[in-house]
């Protein structure tokens, strides 16, 4: 039993094995890139990020918090059968940490923190030792690492509310292993180096305060962390830790980490330049609108443009011509006259004999005025949409050719069929089918 119970003084920085050697090889590795990574991001972020919406100063980049939480010498990503101790146990730890926030996305954190982690149950080749334990007491242990935030949620906003983020560093600790029927029992602290790594996920509370929740692996440098040298890999332990973080600076400002750049670049209004342009586009809107109402408007809704005519506020009652003015009696009477007496051959385009004289006087009275005449064809709702198109069509056709037999300018009539889209009564009685068989005479 030798080999389990030799003393370590060589252990933490040469006294391993190649394989132990190489993990940690990797692990510190990875930190330094890290810590590369973040120094480029601290070079170039000494200004406006890279949309030039804002600078570190008008944001709160400091920040400084407390947590709490579990402490166990179980991983949730490795296998525990390689443990020099086979089932770990739960205890509780604390700490406090500073925070300083490089850009949106990307921080340090040193954190320093104490409690005690315990094991039973030590392996050895020939199995469990009956009756043994450890109880490793921290004097501290603190961590140098860079946090990465990978996304913020209420992305389309200004400022999020929810980020998961990973972290990893490098960090150091002061420590006491007791072990009972294992182990090295030498009394008194010993020094590791640490690499933790893990994620977590914050929450914005308030502003400028925030919940923390995480899980770090913290992989040391030594195998004697729980006073017990067994296998082939170094000692490791875990930490779920709950805590609250506090941003320093006026309460005005928002803390840098909950900055969302996507978001200022995703919403054009935010873009002074253009708010400017935007606006002088609604004033010129505006501008146009007015114009148009002043001319192009019909302000006595009597047909003619506000532009052209030349009888303004004229009644709703009044008919007029093409200029705005009320439409003389007479032919007010000659256009009443033709529309009452104006009858087609039933299911035809065909106008009857007894419309004819009426409408001699409305072709006479657009040959001696001048007037414009619109002509509607309408329909009732019996049968098929095409046919009642092509009827209401050919009716006001067919009303327009009289006409212009008569001498009437073809270029100052409109024919226009409209089937039975447009009616004036209900199409479920024979009175109001009758009202909807018409052609509406209107004239400017």
């Not at 242990?141 to 860079?146: E, S």
């Not at 980020?163 to 029992?185: D, L, Q, R, W």
């Not at 309408?378 to 037999?405: C, I, M, P």
């Amino acid at each position: 039993m030798k080999q389990f119970l030799q003393d370590d003084k060589a252990d933490p920085l040469s006294s391993t094995s190649n394989t132990k050697k190489s993990g940690l090889g990797k692990k510190l590795i990875l930190s330094f890139l890290l810590g590369a990574f973040a120094t480029c991001a601290f070079a170039q972020s000494n200004g406006p990020d890279s949309t030039g919406r804002y600078r570190a100063k008008h944001l709160r980049t400091w920040s400084v918090g407390a947590f709490g939480g579990l402490l166990t010498p179980h991983t949730l990503f490795w296998s525990n059968k390689n443990n020099d101790y086979r089932t770990p146990t739960e205890t509780f730890g604390y700490g406090v940490f500073v925070k300083k926030q490089i850009i949106p996305a990307f921080g340090f954190q040193v954190d320093w923190m104490r409690g005690e982690v315990k094991g039973i149950r030590a392996q050895t080749p020939l199995g469990i030792t009956a009756g043994s334990s450890y109880k490793t007491t921290f004097g501290y242990a603190a961590n140098f690492t860079a946090h990465y935030t990978f996304v913020n949620f209420k992305m389309h906003d200004e400022f999020g509310l929810i980020g998961p983020y990973i972290k990893s560093g490098i960090g150091y600790s002061n420590f006491k292993p007791e072990a009972v029927n294992s182990g090295n029992t030498e009394p008194g602290y010993r020094e590791a180096f640490i690499i933790p790594a893990g994620l977590g996920l914050k929450i914005g509370l308030w502003k400028g305060i925030n919940l923390d929740m995480g899980y770090t692996i913290n992989f040391m440098k030594t195998d004697r962390f729980d006073s017990y040298d067994y296998g082939n890999t170094y000692d490791k332990w875990s930490f779920s830790h709950v805590g609250l973080e506090i941003a320093l600076g006026k309460k005005s400002k928002h803390q840098m980490s909950w900055y969302n750049p996507s978001a200022r670049v995703g919403n054009p209004y935010d873009d002074t330049a253009l708010k400017r342009a935007i606006a002088r586009l609604d004033s010129l809107q505006k501008e146009d609108r007015a114009r148009y109402d002043r001319e192009l408007g019909d302000a006595d809704n009597d047909g003619v443009a506000n532009k052209f005519d030349k009888c303004p506020n004229t009644p709703d009652s009044v008919r007029v011509d093409g200029s705005g003015c009320p439409l003389p009696k007479f032919a007010e009477d000659i256009l009443r006259d033709a529309f009452n007496n104006l009858e087609f051959e039933f299911g035809k385009a065909n106008i009857r004999n007894s419309s004819y004289p009426s409408l001699d006087k409305l072709a006479k009275l657009l040959v001696d005025h001048g007037y414009t005449l619109k002509i509607s064809g309408h329909t009732d709702a019996v049968g098929s949409d095409k046919f009642n198109f092509k009827l209401s069509k050919d009716r006001a056709e067919a009303v327009k050719s009289y006409l212009v037999s008569k001498g009437a300018n073809a270029s100052k009539i409109e024919a226009t069929g409209y089937g039975e889209y447009q009616p004036i009564a209900p199409n479920d009685t024979p009175e109001g089918r009758a009202k909807n068989r018409r052609v509406e005479l209107t004239l400017y």
